[in-house]
């Protein structure tokens, strides 16, 4: 089987593009990288320079702005991984800090969750793996 070494980029495609731009890199404290105006559309791309994780944000022209629904074909959530639970609650911590509604830390039989959602209703989670068995 042919391999695969990761994932690349994530691309979101949001209805207030500055807002959600804004929210993610004051949050994560993530970087522009480009700005890409394009025919019908207009993304930012934004790097997260500890992990080198990209996330692009796409607005497009014609969007009914709509809000997200996880029920919907497409993404159900977002998980990005921390190193451990002490990790976890300095999030806990930047989230009450800057006002980000989130749950409690979870247990699950993998290992610990935080819950919260961006500006567009993504659900996005912080997640430690703890055990895949």
């Not at 890199?25 to 025919?39: H, K, Q």
């Not at 022209?61 to 990005?80: E, K, Q, T, Y």
Request: aromatic share 12%; glycine share 10%.
């Amino acid at each position: 089987m042919p391999a695969i070494t990761g994932w690349s980029h994530l691309s979101l495609t949001v209805r207030d593009l500055d807002t959600s731009v804004r929210w993610y890199r004051e949050l994560f404290g993530l970087t522009e990288f480009a700005r890409l105006d394009n025919d019908g559309w207009t993304e930012v791309i934004c790097v997260y320079p500890e992990g080198l994780m990209i996330i692009g944000f796409t607005q497009h022209d014609d969007a009914g702005g709509v809000p997200f629904d996880h029920r919907n074909p497409g993404l159900d959530h977002l998980a990005f991984g921390v190193a451990d639970r002490a990790e976890l609650e300095r999030w806990r911590a930047r989230f009450a800090e800057r006002g980000v509604v989130h749950s409690p830390v979870a247990e699950t039989a993998w290992g610990p969750v935080l819950s919260f959602r961006d500006p567009d209703d993504v659900q996005l989670e912080l997640f430690v793996v703890e055990s895949m068995g």
